[in-house]
């Protein structure tokens, strides 16, 4: 049955879920100083799991064991891609961070493209996001180790959370694989963020909610709808306009300034995704089938 999300085009659900994660990225980065990057993740995650839980009423029986196994290991990319990256911003430039992590969706491009246009597009992504971060300009010395495999780590995970999530789409009716997952995720972050619980006040509390709702629930939703009908190596290269609505979202409400490097970073990564969807961004047929 064809549902009103179904008549939306994949690309801009993707899109709406990019401009939803930067308001929730703003409102994390008041939170994480005060009860720390893994009891923000923990929060999160629980509000998040349990506003989903709430509204969509996911069935526990009647799954085939692959079923369970999809949507087991899509709970665990789920939150270690949060976690990990949450991590890296301890040790590194959030641009710097971005860019590195940014490795993983875009290699997955790389790897599942068999057109040459794709392969163009990953090049041109990924040159705007190194533009756009400036990461180009932090001395290579001045990296701590530490950060950087972190931050791998986030993007490795950020490349299994595209493929899994496309499988848990096409293995669960509606929202429930996400739902589920959303379940693992909350259990493998808990240990790892539990020992923040003392100082969750009730401003942090609300916040919490806020980032739960804007960074989980509305763009992972949305991702999951989209990657039904959409190839996972265009969905990779479309979340590189993350960076690219983060420059804007900090001349706008921050009135900061963009270098022309940035700007050229970010035609390039608009350019790189126009590109991409003008070129069937939809999934053909045979290979939706096989998805």
């Keep these: 049955m064809t549902t009103a999300a179904d008549r939306v085009p994949a690309p801009l659900l993707v899109l709406a879920g990019v401009v939803s994660v930067q308001f929730g990225g703003a409102l994390a980065q008041t939170l994480v100083p005060v009860i720390g990057a893994g009891g923000s993740v923990v929060m999160r995650l629980l509000f998040a799991t349990a506003l989903l839980l709430a509204f969509v009423r996911p069935r526990w029986h009647g799954h085939t064991r692959r079923a369970w196994a999809t949507v087991a290991a899509f709970g665990v990319a789920l939150g270690l891609m949060n976690y990990t990256f949450y991590q890296s911003l301890a040790h590194l430039p959030i641009g710097v961070a971005v860019t590195i992590e940014f490795i993983g969706p875009l290699t997955l491009a790389a790897v599942l493209s068999r057109r040459v246009v794709d392969a163009l597009g990953v090049l041109a992504a990924a ?24 931050a791998l780590a986030a993007g490795g995970f950020w490349a299994a959370y595209i493929v899994l999530s496309g499988r848990t789409g096409a293995a669960f009716p509606k929202l429930e694989g996400l739902a589920l997952a959303m379940v693992v995720a909350t259990l493998v972050t808990l240990p790892l963020g539990v020992t923040s619980v003392p100082s969750w006040t009730g401003e942090a509390l609300l916040k919490g909610l806020g980032i739960a709702v804007l960074s989980s629930v509305l763009p992972y939703s949305l991702e999951l709808l989209a990657l039904r009908r959409l190839r996972a190596q265009v969905f990779g290269i479309l979340l590189s306009l993350e960076p690219a609505a983060a420059a804007v979202a900090g001349l706008v409400v921050l009135g900061q300034r963009l270098a022309p490097s940035q700007l050229v970073g970010m035609a390039l990564v608009v350019s790189a995704s126009a590109l991409v969807l003008g070129l069937g961004a939809r999934k053909d047929p045979a290979e939706a089938q096989a998805a």
């Design 127 to 150: 040159a705007g996001v190194v533009l756009i971060s400036e990461a180009r300009e932090v001395p290579f010395a001045e990296l701590e180790w530490t950060g950087i495999l972190l």
